[in-house]
């Protein structure tokens, strides 16, 4: 199969992040090819976990990154969050079903080699390096996800 999936995600929560990564592995499975594109907020998903913040970061980027989830488990949901109770218990139901967690589906998809880029501005903005981020992303100008996008078969927002 010669078919191109394009994906956006700009929202740093873990309901939307699960959304399109079942999406991207699924995709992956059938045989398309598979980009994700992720902007602003949707850096979140693609930190690396445990990493040690930059020295070089501005006051406001220090303090941003304070109130920001570490990694993609620690994302908020959508909808009903309550302080992370609301996450709390949708994690729980996800392990009650033996459905795999968020971290599963992003190692799944690093494993069958989905593109994962990362936006430049939205890095420079938000002062996400690439070393802050997962090995396999690569950071690119929103001119070239355009490309990419143009040049697929269904392209998402997320």
């Not at 079942?22 to 998903?45: D, Q, S």
């Not at 570490?70 to 909808?79: F, G, H, P, Y």
């Not at 936006?119 to 490309?147: N, R, W």
Request: aromatic content about 10%; hydrophobic content about 45%.
């Amino acid at each position: 199969m010669n078919k191109r999936l394009n994906l956006l995600v700009f929202s740093g929560e873990y309901d939307k992040a699960l959304a399109a990564l079942i999406l991207a592995n699924g995709a992956r499975e059938m045989g398309m090819e598979v980009t994700i594109f992720f902007a602003f907020w949707g850096l979140l998903v693609i930190r690396k976990e445990g990493y040690e913040e930059d020295i070089h970061e501005t006051l406001y980027q220090k303090a941003f990154k304070s109130m920001t989830p570490k990694c993609a488990e620690d994302l908020n949901i959508s909808n009903m969050n309550f302080l992370g109770a609301g996450q709390k218990m949708l994690k729980h139901m996800m392990k009650e079903s033996g459905k795999p967690m968020l971290k599963d589906f992003l190692d799944g998809a690093r494993h069958k080699n989905v593109k994962f880029y990362a936006c430049k501005l939205s890095q420079e903005v938000m002062g996400f390096s690439e070393e802050e981020l997962i090995d396999e992303a690569i950071t690119m100008e929103v001119y070239d996800y355009l490309k990419d996008a143009l040049e697929s078969d269904i392209q998402l927002f997320i």
